[in-house]
């Protein structure tokens, strides 16, 4: 198998949702210019402080938004699938791995774990005044989707990425969801009040 590009950034990218990116580092350009003109992937990972996460996923990309005048470039990805860093290769300017891609298990989660996990998803987005649209979302990747949309905490969503079951991980959404509803609620609350009570601000 072909070495995989690698882009390490603070941020857990997720199958199937999308990652908006801004290229200005030399290397980074060269790297998107040869996945351009190749129509191939490349792989993001997690940063971290010694290195980069074991676990990461291919990304695509969907459409580049700007190209500028000095080569620096927006563009949207959406992840693929999940793979292993087997090695690293530091041949190139930019980082290249060996990798394996990581397959799920096979299993489904029940329809009453799904339902509690949208509808936590959904009072979310409520709050935040967003609405929930899961019209496009690949039933294989409901974990990822919810999780993707929101903005999670990173360890969270690297261990959602390194879970080989969509079960578990509907499983561990749900959870996290519905822990931190109750704060959301609250905030939002005391939002309406402080927004209520006549008082310019």
């Known amino acids: 198998m072909p070495l995989l590009p690698l882009f390490p950034l603070d941020v857990v990218l997720l199958p199937g949702t999308p990652l ?11 790297m998107i210019c040869e996945c351009r003109a190749n129509n191939t992937r490349f792989g993001v990972v ?7 996460a074991d676990v990461g996923c291919t990304a695509e990309i969907i459409s580049v938004t700007k190209e500028y005048s000095d080569g620096r470039l927006d563009l949207v990805a959406e992840g693929r699938q999940r793979f292993e860093v087997l090695e690293l290769d530091r041949t190139r300017s930019f980082l290249q791995a060996e990798i394996l891609l990581v397959p799920d ?27 929930q649209d899961l019209s496009a979302v690949d039933e294989s990747l409901l974990s990822f989707y919810l999780a993707g949309s929101l903005p999670l905490d990173l360890d969270f969503k690297q261990k959602l990425l390194a879970m080989r079951s969509e079960e578990r991980r509907i499983h561990m959404v749900t959870e996290y969801l519905e822990t931190i509803l109750p704060k959301l609620r609250r905030a939002a609350k005391a939002r309406e009040k402080a927004g209520g009570n006549g008082h310019a601000h």
């Open 105 to 131: 298990e096979p299993g489904a989660p029940s329809a009453e774990d799904k339902a509690r996990a949208i509808q936590a998803h959904r009072e979310i987005l409520e709050l935040a005044g967003a609405v």
């Open 20 to 30: 908006p990116l801004h290229i200005f580092e030399p290397r980074y350009k060269e």
């Open 46 to 52: 997690r940063a971290v402080e010694d290195g980069i």
